[in-house]
């Protein structure tokens, strides 16, 4: 199958998980806005997706670094109302927020969200005009068997089943297999590539045309020493960074190697 270069959009998204409150985000902004300098395409290709409470504080500052987007590390699927220890897209917008993770295995593994709830969330964040992250990936039990590309397959169809031909000009997908987080063990780029061109065949198959020009991005493990060959296999549109973004020097360093990689 051929690649499918969508748009070539290069997008690198820092997930800083429960980590860095406002006075450590603090100095990681200063460094940030010392080292990180915008995409030379004009086009915004990196984001920071910090816990809510930093981002509630800081979103100002934030926004003040250019060519930086803001990213949450999940949405609600109703506007407002009793739901306690939730946000809703609403509340994310009037911080700027224009993109959100959503499904992450840790919030599937450790907080009970299935695919149903991903779909719920993904569909209302695109009503409120925030690009959806939906984040799919097999067990290591799964890898073992082979099963990779059928797990996610199914992860996806089912987390998509809301959304429509027109919602996917605003999706993002993240393949991060659940072996990869956090473990120093990143996917080779040859089972990255066979992974995202099943997820794209899938989302063509879901939506058309719109299908072909979803970003898919990896995550799990990724450091700058990686990130050349993952975002050069071809089908792969960028990365969802844990560990690593939580540096701001490390996390540039990846941004800088990826588009160097791309260029
Ligand atoms: P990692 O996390 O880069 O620390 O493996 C990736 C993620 O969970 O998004």
Redo the contacts with the bound molecule.
Sequence with gaps: MTAIDPMGELLLVG?W?MNLGVREARAYLGELARLFTPSPTGRPDAAIAPPFTTLGALHEEITKIPGLMLAAQNVHWVPAGAHTGEVSPSMLKELGVSLAIIG???RRQHYGENDSDVARRARNALEHDIRPIV?VGESLTAFELGDSERVVARQLMESLNDLTADDAKSLVI?Y?PVW????GRAATPDLIEKVHQRIRLLLIELFGLPGESVPILY????TPENIGAIVRAPGVAGA??????IKAEQFVRLIEEARKARR
């Design positions: 997930n998980k992450h295995s840790e984040c993240a991060e990869a987080i956090g473990t995550g799990g493990s990724t969802l960074v844990g560990g690593t973004s």
